[in-house]
């Protein structure tokens, strides 16, 4: 199921570069990030936009979930993004610029316009949505609700903020209030949450602890800006054998309630509810991608 | 006495007469001797001692690497004396010696029995010799000369540091490369002898790589070598994510091979996808506590990391690839320089390839049934020498090959290669970053590997995979003329190069 697919890391690929394009799929990233928008200058965009279809035509990506980022409806670009990237059908595209549930709609429109008369079944390419400003991390559960497109939640941690006038850390304190507005609206409309970039590539210890951090905090992954730095997201994203043990203890309660039919599921005489049931599921199919589970499910 | 000995009597004249000097032994001739030793004023009176005449084989090693400047200054020499016909003997030839090409056009030099790499290969690839350049890996070179294949009439070598007496080192002096490994050939197997050097030190040059007793002239010249062609500084690992992702596989297959135990050896050269492979085995030797017998081959400023922090006992030195390895060899005990016949001469009483576990090697091409193209190109031209690729594949327990699986548009997994270096025969793994391949033959390494975490694949589909990027190119159009002959370790024919068309 797409929604559910597994997202730890989303690997940023500039589109202006051929051999860069043609190995984006063999590092290991769950999800690459085909780019059009802050990745490629101004006088670039058309080379990218062409590279970017050319590669989506044949190289074949393998194993990772296929994006493009392409630029804002509202910019000149946005439009021929849409027309050169939709009919190729990528599995999604990562929208930028989202302030509102018009900018998902107006997206979701001209997607369904572009899929249709391509040949290509309408709903096919997914949508997730990037916030870079405080209107747009305000409007968040409606920007989630506004298509059944929409997969995920991202946010630019540069341009938010920038927007909202805050100085960026290496803590990142500063991003508490848009990781957890991500997050909760997420969860409501039933998406991944998807955390923004750490942009320090050389610095592996911090972004080991970042990561942790936003896994912690409900994250269902991480952006990446290099191939090095998807071994250390995913080390992040791999459970304890503590949160492994009681998750496949959950799920044992559970199958054993739903095998009697009972409506109720007990754990150490607490109850298990289903939110509880979910996290379990989650932390088992990171425990499966991490290897940890050899020979399982 | 054994019986039909000629008992010979000594004359009195000789009792008097004191080694080659011919003078008396009078206290002040001791000093003097030390000084002048073996010293003759040039390369041209040198070459005239040694009565060097046309047709000759002449034999030079390449421990300067693109260093060198003692090629080319010889081979000046020799055309301005009017020899004529030349068979040169390199270990190996590097771009600086495209000069010398000049002197195959005129008639100086006549072929080649040696690696080329560049300039020189591309050349033999354009038809230049009259007959063709004969190719042999390090241990190879030896053996063709220890069975008198190679007949070297006059070697000549750059020689870092030499006293008068002709005692060699290549750890000192402005032009210092570390190991003479590859040199010990051509001093014990050529007729005469000829040092140069532009470190002229005091007797006795301790400690030596080469003695005196295997060297005729001591030539002092200005300069033998460009310092920062010779050795590198600190060789980092890549930062190219491809090359980290193979040398990541590598590092796993090596782990989970089955022989990632204590003691533990292996070989792995200096270029950009071996040294992250070895950065990334040194860290999974520390996380599983493993200690390793030696590492050799090439050694690098990483492998002398890992000698000081006590993963590996020894390092086996047949050339020193940077600085921190020059440094290393001239005072780590674990650290010891080897001959190209320690290292690979499969007809010594026993070579240090065979006792590798595991080695790491390069490829242009890698066909269906695993053979290896080190020498061609995909155009078809000679560009490589073997080095000890052959070699150290038979020898190893566990072959592994790193490429990627396509280098611009050419793939570098093909039905057949345009010349087989390496018989598939010796090669276990093939690494890609899309792959990796098992040889059908090691049933026990596949074992080892599958379920591992490792993306393996038949090797049929890792060129599938390669083309469905490359397409199928075109193979290059060879015409009858032979311009490279491939000699495998034993001596036997195992290629030929031809012209293209």
Known sequence: MKAKRLRRTSLYIPGTNPGMLANASVYGADSIILDLEDGVPVPEKDAARILVRNALK??????????????????????????????????????????????????DALMTEIELNSGVEAGTVGIIAITESARGGRNLSEIAAASPRVIAL?????????????????EGRELDDIRAKVIVAARIAGVQALDSVFGDVNDMEGLYAEALRVRLLGFDGKSVIHPRQIPVVHRAFTPSEQEIGFARRVMAAFREASSRGAGVIALDGRMIDAPVVARAEKILALAEAAGCLPGER | ?????????????????????????????????????????????????ADVRDGMTISFHHHLRDGDLVVNMALDVLAKMGIRDL????????????????????GVIRSIEGSVNGPVG??????????????????????????????VDVAVLAAPAADAMGNLSGISGPSACGSLGYAFTDAQYADRVIAVTDNLVSYPAVPFSIPQTLVDWVVPVESIGVPEKIVSGTLRVTRDPLRLIIAEHVAKVVEESGLFTDGFS????????????????????????IRGSFISGGITGQSVEMLEEGLFESLLDVQSFDLEAVASLASNRGHAEMSASFYANTASKGCAVDMLDVAVLGATQVDMDFNVNVNTESDGVLLHGIGGHMDTAAGAAMTVIVTPLFRGRMPMIVDSVLTVTTPGETVDVVVTERGVAVNPRRKDLLENLRGKGIPLMEIGDLKKTAEEFTGIPKTPSFGDNVIGIVEYRDGTIIDTIRQRI
Not at chain 1, 58 to 63: I, K, N, T
Not at chain 1, 154 to 170: C, F, L, Q, S, W
Request: hydrophobic share 40%.
């Open chain 1, 58 to 107: 044949s190289v074949p990506y393998r194993g990772a979930e296929v994006t493009v980022r392409v630029n804002a409806l509202s910019t000149p670009f946005g439009r021929d993004d849409f027309r050169e990237i939709i009919p190729l059908a990528p599995d999604a595209i990562r929208l930028p610029k989202c302030e509102s549930a018009d900018d998902v709609r107006e997206a």
């Open chain 1, 154 to 170: 991202n946010y630019g941690a540069e341009d938010y903020t920038a927007d909202i006038g805050a100085v960026r850390t290496k």
């Open chain 2, 1 to 49: 006495m054994p019986p039909g000995r000629k008992v010979t009597t000594m004359d009195t004249d000789s009792r008097k007469v004191f080694f080659f000097t011919g003078e008396k032994k009078v206290i002040p001739s001791i000093g003097k001797k030390r000084e002048k030793g073996k010293i003759v004023a040039s390369l041209e009176e040198a070459f005239r001692l």
């Open chain 2, 87 to 106: 068979v040169l003997a390199p270990s190996a030839l590097f771009p600086v010696h495209e000069r010398l090409l000049r002197h195959v056009r005129s």
């Open chain 2, 122 to 151: 591309r050349a033999a690839s354009e038809g230049l010799f009259s007959s063709p350049v004969i190719l042999r890996s390090h241990g190879g070179r030896v053996r063709a000369m220890q069975a008198g294949e190679l007949r």
């Open chain 2, 266 to 289: 292996m070989q792995a050269g200096a270029g950009g996808i071996s040294l992250a492979a070895s950065a990334f085995i040194r860290e999974r030797m520390k996380a599983a506590g």
